[in-house]
């Protein structure tokens, strides 16, 4: 069986929509996952557990996204020294500001990579980044996926240039 490198883990399935996008990142650049749901105030017995076993089961990096009083990502990283990349969940009574806060500002010592809120694809992109350091195929696959994203503005750009701001609005 294939070990997973990445695991993606959210406090709650409610943030699964916003956790997927990672997923299919890591599914477009053929990396084995595990996603599951570790929360840290429901199930802290079990977020320990995770996060003490994740490099012994052969994980290299961790995504770990959660909304509000957003302690999982934190408190994995200090039972671990895997690195974390934490995403802030929005939330509805604070528009994920408080996930926001409550994942930077960490502690010295204490590590997590902060994304934007919701930008789950962003943490895939970057433990991609991180797993490319040992993998120069992966690294290669990187590289292109970025000079397809640079032609892709440079057509609109063009575009933009050619039939005028409301014309390209109509045709968006
Ligand atoms: C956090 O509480 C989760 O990460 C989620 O974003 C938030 C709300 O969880 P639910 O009440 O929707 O399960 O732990």
């Not at 994740?54 to 959660?66: D, F, H, N, S």
């Not at 990502?73 to 509805?92: C, Y």
């Not at 933009?160 to 409301?166: E, F, N």
């Amino acid at each position: 069986m294939k070990k997973h490198v990445v695991a993606i883990i959210m406090g709650s399935d409610s943030d699964l929509a916003v956790m997927s996008d990672a997923a299919r990142l890591l599914d477009e650049f053929h990396i084995s996952y595990e996603i599951t749901v570790v929360s840290a105030h429901r199930t802290p017995l079990r977020m320990v557990s995770y996060a003490r076993n994740a490099e012994m089961k052969g994980m290299r990096v961790i995504i770990a996204g959660a909304g509000g009083a957003a302690h999982l990502p934190g408190m994995v990283a200090s039972l671990s020294t895997l690195p974390v990349i934490g995403v802030p969940i929005k939330t509805r009574t604070l528009d994920g500001i408080d996930s926001l806060l409550s994942i930077i500002q960490m502690p010295l010592g204490i590590p997590v990579a902060t994304v934007a809120i919701n930008n789950a694809g962003n943490a895939a992109l970057l433990a991609l980044r991180i797993l490319a350091l040992s993998d120069s195929q992966l690294q290669e696959k990187l590289a292109r996926y970025q000079k397809r994203m640079n032609a892709m503005v440079r057509k609109k750009a063009a575009k933009l240039k050619r039939v005028g701001y409301q014309s390209y609005l109509k045709s968006a």
